[in-house]
T-cell receptor, first 112, second 116 residues
Framework: EDKVVQSPLSLVVHEGDTVTLNCSYE??????LLWYKQEKKAPTFLFML????IEKKSGRLSSILDKKELSSILNITATQTGDSAIYLC????????????FGKGTKLTVNP | GAGVSQSPRYKVAKRGQDVALRCDPI?????LFWYQQALGQGPEFLTY????????KSGLPSDRFFAERPEGSVSTLKIQRTQQEDSAVYLC??????????????FGPGTRLTVL
């Protein structure tokens, strides 16, 4: 059974801190790994990673995939209160319906 | 509309009632997904449509769950004889293209179903 595990499940930091969120996976026929940010209800897309070692960056957020270790990290530098959200990691597998297999998420709280 | 919309946003049902949840995908999007998100959990896949064809329903938890997309646009997820364990947020997502090409999935705000 395909599985995605995220850690930590929750994290509380102060504004300006840097955080690293972890995602590991065990899936058959890996295709890509995606990160989403979920505030209130709808997850919004952050990154898609398909190749090992290539960092994706958007502002203060960056992510990298390690296919040998079957894992990915999401870094957020100089955190702001607006970064408070649940960060979801999901994996797409080849074949089938392109469904996403999600982890439970990491709940990040950034305090002023 | 600019994004995926879902209705109702909140639904309270008594155990045993039937419910119908609606999803309006982004216009022109071929693919449509339904996910179930229980409290404190990540979304779990329920079913997938490519246009009007339901190509994968492997995630539907029981035969009480039924989804349709008769004209390849709006989709309805129906849950018959609701049980308390059906309480969750039901998320709909759509993507522009069909299988085989990376498509970002755009999520709707979800319907929070509470079964009493």
């Amino acid at each position: 059974e395909d599985k995605v595990v995220q850690s930590p499940l929750s994290l509380v930091v102060h504004e300006g801190d840097t955080v690293t969120l972890n995602c590991s996976y065990e899936v058959t026929n890996f295709r890509s790994l995606l990160w989403y940010k979920q505030e209130k209800k709808a997850p919004t897309f952050l990154f898609m990673l398909t190749s090992s070692g290539i960092e994706k960056k958007s502002g203060r957020l960056s992510s990298i995939l390690d296919k040998k270790e079957l894992s990915s990290i999401l870094n957020i530098t100089a955190t702001q209160t607006g970064d408070s959200a649940i960060y979801l990691c999901a994996v797409r597998t080849q074949g089938g319906s392109e469904k996403l297999v999600f982890g439970k998420g990491t709940k990040l709280t950034v305090n002023p | 509309g600019a994004g995926v919309s879902q209705s109702p946003r909140y639904k309270v049902a008594k155990r045993g009632q039937d419910v119908a949840l609606r999803c309006d995908p982004i216009s022109g999007h071929v693919s449509l997904f339904w996910y179930q998100q229980a409290l404190g959990q990540g979304p779990e896949f329920l079913t997938y449509f490519q246009n009007e064809a339901q190509l994968d329903k492997s995630g539907l938890p029981s035969d009480r769950f039924f989804a349709e997309r008769p004209e390849g646009s709006v989709s309805t997820l129906k849950i018959q004889r609701t049980q308390q364990e059906d309480s969750a947020v039901y998320l709909c997502a759509s993507s522009l293209l069909a299988l085989g090409v990376f498509n970002e999935q755009f999520f709707g705000p979800g319907t929070r179903l509470t079964v009493l």
